[in-house]
């Protein structure tokens, strides 16, 4: 649960990172729920708001819709958002700041040329101020890992339900609507993403979404899942076997549950991303299968399912303490079959915590 | 299923308008699913495309998790985005036109600053396409509404399975988990949109996302859901009764029935969108409610659940001949309960056709 000293600590460390980049506000904007950063920034999980942050004004103004939901959720103060002010509220936020931060990567230019015409771009300066917050919301808090386990908890949970309806003859779609109906049951508040279930050569696309194939016998399925709860994500993958694996089934996925061990095992904050995925990628690569691998190792989670820091050959940056990644090598070998196996873990400092309680040895199914 | 022909037909019409608006080429790109524009042009559903449309050159670009996907999708020419290219296939797609198309509203501010320091600002002009291509989406055709009619029926076979599972005690979030369930295990791409399961007082929220909050016996419920089916989306609410309703519910009933009803009788291409809202909003006026209809009488319908055009007192221009709209008033008491009633039409010409097959007498679960 996000308290408001959690929202007060945020915002602090906000102000200091301003102050040390000389930018005076920072407004963060909502668009079709692009940027949570508003809703980091107040604890809003609602779709309209504009979030205004300067050292003598904290605020968070939307429509009548939300007022109540506000006042529920947020310490901010509520700004209300009515025909009457819509003209000229930007202007009485932020008129009075010379150098305004706002997120370019996510208002769009429509966005934008209305901030400036609102605010009056001849008196301002616009500042992008999208990495300042990013770099904050790398580091998770306590409250933060608290959400994101049970996330893992609900996941696992429908995981494990899910075990039992896979049978030869379902749809990949049935199972993968099984399992995010379970999540939901079970207290998510939805999908942290959309299920990918690949089964047989599907499994071998990593970005297939399920299909109306059935599930057959001998096969392999990448199952790959998460639940969002309180707005943070889990992101899981397990690959089972429906009924008995070839040789080469189990050497693959020998290989990726080795490689995925292992980078695990020495993922800390003395590491970059691109030291982590090295370990995974060397092992598959020794093994042969260096090809079939075609992602980088994992990505940093939170209320976004894909966020910073990379765990991947482009960041050659040390992963920083406190952030949560996953780490998920796989084998694709086209119109054959897939393996991955992923977890979530939390880097707390020369060390990691496995956030992930799953068993990584191969279920077959029967 | 939209063909080959549909696609051809769509891109011969943008033309003609970019060659009325003096527009050399137009680049229409997707951003996490906020412009399904690029879809509309080409029939690609992924998450990643620049989507060229110039007289002489229609084609789509996009990365390798995508090749197979978009030749079995899309009648465009693919261009393969690689990293070999990443760093000048905009320039090389688009610097030999001048002025060039661009969506502004929903391009990110940072994705604009690259197209222009791609393709090079100095030598180009950037206009805003959107309008244009808006005006194009919101006349469907056949393939259109075929989709929007499997749309519609699955999502109304789902509500007859739920309102067998609708009894006192169970929770508004898992009434809503099993709706979204059955629409996709009946065919549904996914729910159009997160559904709504107002149940007693949380029905007076309009926007109010299903809680933990349990039915209960004598209470109204608002359902608002629809499936997306081939992209396409269905919108419908109807309103229930669990147990013997209030007298007071009954009359809230009737008056948004009969609001429905008129509204939806009259809607054709002769009426703008305020003289259609004006219709119901009168109806509700009258009956005394009018400070309980807070919201625009209906909406556009089609890829998007609410595009262009608005039924609503903000559009006084007349709805084009091959729109789909809603049509749903309501009445929402505060702190008691609301009633909305939701159809989609299909504006034919100088009638419609009602798209969502349900009847609208006050249904009572016992």
Redesign the interface.
């Known amino acids: 649960m996000v308290l408001k000293k959690d929202i007060e600590r945020r915002i602090s460390e906000l102000l200091k990172k301003m102050k040390a980049e000389n930018i005076d506000v920072v407004l963060s904007t909502t668009?079709?729920n692009?940027s949570l950063n508003p809703r980091y920034l107040s604890n809003f999980s609602?779709s309209f708001a504009y979030v205004v942050i300067a050292p003598d004004k904290q605020c968070i103004c939307s429509d009548?819709?939300?007022w109540?939901q506000i006042k529920d959720q947020s310490p901010l103060e509520l700004v209300k958002y009515d025909r009457s002010n819509a003209s000229h509220i930007l202007k009485d936020l932020l008129g009075s700041y010379k150098r305004i931060g706002?997120e370019?990567?996510?208002?769009?230019?429509?966005g934008?040329?209305e901030l400036k015409e609102k605010v009056g771009a001849d008196d301002h300066e616009f500042v992008?101020c999208?990495e300042m917050i990013n770099q904050l919301r790398m580091r998770k808090s306590a409250e933060e890992i608290e959400s994101i386990k049970k996330a893992e908890e609900i996941a696992l949970g429908s995981f494990t339900e899910l075990l039992n309806e896979i049978k030869p003859g379902r749809t990949e779609?049935?199972m993968?609507?099984?399992l995010?109906?379970t999540m939901?049951?079970k207290?998510a508040d939805?999908p942290a993403f959309?299920t990918i279930f690949g089964s047989g050569p599907n499994g071998a696309?990593?970005?297939m979404f399920p299909t109306m194939k059935k599930v057959e016998e001998g096969e392999f399925i990448v199952i790959d899942f998460g639940a969002k709860y309180q707005g943070y994500c889990s992101d899981i993958t397990r690959t089972v076997a429906v009924g008995e694996p070839t040789d080469e089934m189990k050497t693959v996925y020998e290989v990726v549950k080795r490689a995925q061990i292992e980078s695990e095992k020495i993922a800390s904050s003395s590491l970059s991303g691109k030291e982590i995925d090295k370990v995974a990628r060397d092992i598959i690569t020794a093994a042969g299968y260096g090809d079939y691998f075609g992602h980088g190792l994992g990505h940093g989670l939170g209320l976004f399912v894909h966020e910073q820091p990379g765990v991947s050959a482009m960041n050659e940056e040390k992963l920083p303490q406190g952030a949560v990644v996953t780490i998920e090598p796989g084998i694709y070998l086209p119109g054959k079959f897939g393996v991955r196996i992923e977890d979530d873990i939390y880097i707390t400092g020369e060390t990691n915590e496995v956030l992930t309680h799953f068993n990584k040895d191969l279920i077959v199914l029967k």
């Open positions: 668009f079709e692009s609602g009548s819709r939300y109540e706002y370019a990567k996510t208002t769009t230019v429509s934008f040329n992008e999208d779609k049935e993968a609507a099984f995010e109906y939901v049951k207290g939805k959309d696309l990593p970005h």
